[in-house]
C-alpha cells in the first residue's frame, strides 16, 4: 500500500503542479514559488486561451475525431471480433493469424502515406478515423469476452428465431458493456490524443486536432489570438499559458471516465480468471 501510494503521488504531484500554475499570476510562475497551490489566484491565462478561435476550431475537430472515431472503432471490432469467436465459422484461423500479423509487422509510413493519397483521404479528418478503425490488441481482448458467452444462450436465441444480427443486438451487445466501455475508454483516449497522423497526413490550419495546437503553443508560444489587449497580454505568464491549454485539453477526456468506470474496471478483468 505504502509503495503504490508512493506511485500515485508521484503520478498525481505533476499533475497538480499544471493544474495550480494555471490559475497563477505571471509573477507568481516567473519567480517560482507555484507549488500545489495556486499563488496570485488569476483566470486570466484561461481567459486569453478561450479567446483565441484557433483553439476552439481545433477543440472541435478533436470532438469530432473522438466521437465518430470511437463509434466507427467500436462497430468495427466488435463486427470482426464476434465471427472470430464462434467456432463454427469457418477461416477464422487464418483471419486471427492476419490479424496477429499486423501486431508484430506495421506498414511502412511512405507506402501507407501513398495509399490514403491513392483514395483522396489526405487533408481530410476521415484520415485519422478510417485507418485505425479496428486496433489487433482491442480485437483480441473483445474477442477474449464474446467467446466467454455460453454457447447454450446463442443455442436458445436461434430456437427462439434470432438471426445473427438480431442475436448480436438483442443477446450479445447488451451482455457486452464491460469489455465495450473499456475498448470505448481506450479507443477514446487514443482518438483525443491523435497527433503524428495529424502532423503526417494534415496540412490544412482549419483540420488540426487541439493536440497539434497545444504543441505549438508548448514549443512555440505561438498563440493565435488577435483579439488581446496588451494589458492582458502583459499579465499572463508564458508558462502560465502552457499550463491552461494543458488542463483543457486534458479535462474533457478525464470526464468520460467517471461514467463509464463500473463497466471499466469489469472489462479490464476479461481473460484474467480461467474456470
Not at 509503495?3 to 494555471?22: D, E, R, Y
Not at 494534415?202 to 497539434?212: H, K, T
Request: charge should be positive; hydrophobic fraction near 55%; include cysteine.
Amino acid at each position: 500500500m505504502i509503495l503504490l501510494l508512493v506511485i500515485g503521488l508521484a503520478m498525481f504531484l505533476p499533475i497538480l503542479n499544471v493544474i495550480s500554475q494555471s490559475f497563477s499570476d505571471a509573477v507568481a510562475i516567473n519567480s517560482g514559488t507555484v507549488g500545489f497551490w495556486p499563488v496570485g489566484f488569476t483566470l486570466e491565462n484561461y481567459h486569453m486561451i478561450l479567446k483565441d478561435p484557433s483553439i476552439w476550431i481545433s477543440f472541435r475537430n478533436s470532438v469530432i475525431i473522438t466521437v465518430f472515431g470511437t463509434l466507427i472503432n467500436l462497430t468495427a471490432t466488435a463486427s470482426l471480433a464476434y465471427p472470430l469467436s464462434r467456432a463454427e465459422y469457418l477461416y477464422r484461423k487464418p483471419a486471427l493469424l492476419l490479424v496477429l500479423f499486423t501486431m508484430i509487422f506495421h506498414a511502412p509510413l511512405i507506402p501507407n502515406y501513398l495509399l490514403l493519397k491513392n483514395l483522396h483521404m489526405l487533408d481530410t479528418l476521415w484520415v485519422l478515423i478510417i485507418p485505425g478503425a479496428i486496433s489487433a490488441y482491442n480485437l483480441f481482448v473483445m474477442r477474449s469476452f464474446f467467446m466467454t458467452l455460453p454457447a447454450e444462450m446463442f443455442d436458445s436465441a436461434k430456437m427462439d428465431g434470432c438471426g445473427e444480427f438480431r442475436m448480436i443486438w438483442s443477446v450479445v451487445l447488451p451482455l457486452s458493456k464491460p469489455v465495450m466501455a473499456t475498448m470505448g475508454i481506450m479507443y477514446a483516449v487514443g482518438n483525443w490524443n491523435m497527433y503524428s497522423q495529424a502532423i503526417y497526413y494534415i496540412s490544412s490550419r482549419s483540420l488540426i486536432p487541439l493536440q497539434v495546437r497545444l504543441r505549438e503553443i508548448v514549443i512555440t508560444d505561438n498563440l493565435g489570438s488577435a483579439d488581446v489587449s496588451s494589458e492582458l497580454l502583459l499579465s499572463v505568464s508564458p508558462e502560465g499559458l502552457k499550463m491552461a491549454v494543458i488542463v483543457i485539453a486534458t479535462i474533457p477526456i478525464m470526464l468520460v471516465y467517471p461514467f463509464l468506470q463500473k463497466h471499466f474496471i469489469k472489462g479490464m478483468m476479461v481473460g484474467s480468471i480461467k474456470s
